[in-house]
C-alpha cells in the first residue's frame, strides 16, 4: 500500500546546484514589470502528475482544482464543488458541480468528466490510505452536474480527503494518452504551465478559469535550492516571494535579518506543523516508558524556540497545534526538571556514575538521526538536545545523514531517536495518526514516531467514529499517548515567508501546500 504522506517530498531532497545556475535560471524582474511574480522553488516542480510519486505538492494547486477546498481553520468550502449532502448513515454523498467550468485547454467539466477522473484512483490498493477510497463502493452520475459517491462505510473525514493535493484533484480527458497516463499538467485552476523543466516553471494566466482572474499575467517559479542564494535574490528585486515550509524554506535566523530590511516583508503566522522526537520503542532503553519520559523532561522546548527558531516557533505540548482540527485537550508545556528527570532513570535501574548512567554493563547511549535536508536546521537542533540530555547522563550519538540515507534508516527503524514532522494541514488529523502511528500502515520512507499494537487499537477505533463520539474517541488516542510516554513535541514551527515590497496583498492560504499567490497585485 503506497501514502501520500511519503510521497509528498515534504523535505524532499535537493541536488546541490552550483549558484551559476541560479544566476541562468532567474530572470531579474525589470523595473516596471507588474505581470510577472517570481517565486522561488527549493526543488523543482516535477511533472505534476497526480497519480505519481515523483513531484513535490506546492505548485499543484496552481494548476489542479478539486471538489472540496481546504478553508481557515479546517473549514470545508466549495470548490469546483458548489454544494454537497451526506446522507445520515454516512454512506453516501451527492454532489452538485459547478457549470460552466472548463479545463486550461477548453474541455468542459462536467459529472462525467469527474466521474472519469475520480475512477482513476478512488477504490484501487495504492490509495487505499485514503479513506474513502478504501470504502468506495460505486459512483453514479445523476444527472448533468450530479454526481453521486456511494460508500462501503462511512469515511468519517471523507470530504477533508477531497481536498488533498494528490491524487484527488481533477484533470482534462485530453491530458491522458491511450493508457491513461498523464502527458501533461491540464487542470481547471487559475493558471497553466508553458514551461516546466528542471530549473524553472512558468505558468501563464488559464483564461477559462471559473473563479476571480489574477492581477497578473505569469508566474516564474524559479528553482534555487541554496537557500541563502534566495535571500540575495529577493533582497536584490531578482525574486518576489521565497519561503514556506516545502516550497523554499526561509531560516528564522535570515527571516529575523530580513525583518530589518525596508524593501522586504517578512509574514510570520501560527504553524500548522509539530516536530518531534520519535522513539524507537522496540528496543533498547527507549522500550522503557520512564527513560521516555526522562528525556521529554529533560528537554527545554522554550530555549529551542527561542535559539534555534529566532522566536519563531512555539514550545509544544501536544502531538498536533491548536491551529488542527480536532487537536484535542491543549497540554501544558512541559517545563525542564532535571531532577524529576534523574529520579526516573534511577527508577528504572540507570545508576548514574560520573557523567554517564549505566545498567547490566551497558552505558545509556541512543543514536539520533538528523538531516538539514530533511529538517532545516537539524543539525543544530540535534547538538542543543545532545547537550541537554548528557545533563541526564545520557550520551547521544548524532548521524548527520543526506536526504536519502535518513528516510532509508529511518524506515527500517535503524535508530533510537529521530526528528519527525506531523503533515500539517489538510492531512491531519488523520494523515499523521494513521500512517506515522498505526503499525499496519504502509508510511514508507517517512518511518513511525512510536509503534504499539494497544495505541493501533485506539486510533483505528477514533479515525472510524463519527459525530460527537469521534472527538472523544480522538481524545483518547492523545490521553493514550501521554499516559504512555510516546511522544516527544518540541516545538510548533511558525510559517515563515517573505516577499518584496512592490507585492501588494500578501496573505497565507490555509495550508502549506498552496502557494500564496492568490489577491496579489504587482507594483512597478
Known amino acids: 500500500m503506497k501514502t501520500v504522506m511519503h510521497t509528498r517530498l515534504r523535505k524532499a531532497s535537493v541536488a546541490c546546484l552550483p549558484l551559476l545556475l541560479f544566476f541562468q535560471s532567474v530572470t531579474a524582474v525589470e523595473a516596471k514589470d507588474t505581470n510577472t511574480l517570481h517565486v522561488a522553488l527549493a526543488q523543482e516542480a516535477g511533472s505534476l502528475d497526480l497519480l505519481q510519486n515523483e513531484s513535490a505538492l506546492s505548485s499543484y494547486g496552481l494548476v489542479f482544482d478539486g471538489l472540496v477546498h481546504y478553508g481557515k481553520g479546517g473549514k470545508l468550502e466549495p470548490d469546483l464543488a458548489e454544494t454537497w449532502d451526506v446522507s445520515s448513515d454516512g454512506k453516501t454523498i451527492t454532489f452538485q458541480l459547478r457549470k460552466d467550468v472548463r479545463f486550461s485547454d477548453g474541455t468542459p467539466f462536467d459529472a462525467k468528466v469527474a466521474q472519469w477522473n475520480l475512477a482513476r484512483w478512488i477504490g484501487k490498493t495504492d490509495f487505499s490510505w485514503i ?65 516546466n523543466d528542471k530549473s524553472e516553471t512558468v505558468l501563464v494566466r488559464n483564461d477559462y478559469y471559473w473563479g476571480p482572474k489574477p492581477s497578473f499575467s505569469r508566474i516564474e517559479l524559479s528553482v534555487v535550492p541554496d537557500e541563502l542564494s534566495r535571500v540575495n535574490a529577493l533582497r536584490a528585486g531578482d525574486l518576489d516571494v521565497i519561503g514556506g515550509e516545502w516550497v523554499a524554506p526561509l531560516l528564522p535566523n535570515r527571516a529575523k535579518a530580513l525583518a530589518t ?12 506543523s509539530t516536530v518531534l522526537l520519535g522513539y524507537n520503542n522496540a528496543r533498547g532503553p527507549l522500550a522503557d516508558a520512564n527513560v521516555r519520559r526522562a528525556i521529554s523532561l529533560g528537554l527545554d522546548r522554550a530555549s529551542i524556540a527561542k535559539i534555534l527558531y529566532q522566536g519563531y516557533a512555539d514550545p509544544a505540548s501536544n502531538l498536533f497545534p491548536s491551529t488542527i482540527p480536532d487537536a484535542g485537550r491543549r497540554e501544558p508545556v512541559a517545563v525542564r526538571d532535571v531532577t524529576a528527570a534523574n529520579k526516573l532513570l534511577d527508577q528504572s535501574g540507570w545508576i548514574k556514575t560520573g557523567t554517564v548512567r549505566r545498567k547490566d554493563g551497558k552505558d545509556l547511549t541512543l543514536n539520533l538521526l538528523a538531516s538539514d535536508q530533511v529538517l532545516p536546521g537539524a543539525r543544530r537542533l540535534s547538538e542543543l538536545i545532545l547537550g541537554q540530555l548528557a545533563d541526564l547522563g545520557i550520551t547521544v550519538n548524532v548521524s548527520s545523514l543526506d536526504d536519502a540515507t535518513y528516510h532509508d534508516r529511518r524506515q527500517k527503524f535503524d535508530y533510537d531517536l529521530a526528528f519527525f514532522s506531523t503533515y500539517a494541514a489538510p492531512y491531519d488529523p488523520q494523515g499523521s495518526l494513521s500512517t506515522m502511528f498505526v503499525s499496519t500502515a504502509d508510511s514508507g520512507p517517512d518511518g513511525k514516531i512510536f509503534v504499539s499494537k494497544e495505541l493501533d487499537g485506539v486510533i483505528n477505533s477514533a479515525l472510524s467514529a463519527t459525530g460527537e463520539d469521534r472527538k472523544a474517541k480522538v481524545q483518547n488516542v492523545y490521553d493514550w499517548m501521554n499516559q504512555n510516554a510516546a511522544i516527544c513535541p518540541l516545538v510548533y514551527p511558525q510559517r515563515l515567508w517573505a516577499y518584496n515590497k512592490r507585492v501588494k496583498g500578501f496573505a497565507l492560504p490555509p495550508t502549506e501546500y498552496d502557494m500564496p499567490v492568490s489577491n496579489l497585485s504587482l507594483n512597478p
Do not use: C, H
Open 131 to 195: 479513506g474513502v477510497s478504501e470504502n468506495f463502493e460505486r459512483m453514479e452520475v445523476t444527472g448533468p452536474y450530479t454526481l453521486k459517491l456511494f460508500l462501503k462505510a462511512p469515511a468519517p473525514v471523507a470530504l477533508a480527503e477531497l481536498s488533498i493535493v494528490r491524487p484527488v484533484r481533477f484533470i482534462s480527458p485530453k491530458a491522458v494518452d491511450a493508457k491513461g497516463q498523464q502527458i501533461a499538467p491540464v487542470g481547471t485552476g487559475p493558471w497553466k504551465v508553458v514551461q
Open 261 to 272: 530590511d525596508p524593501g522586504v516583508g517578512v509574514f510570520a503566522a501560527p504553524g500548522v
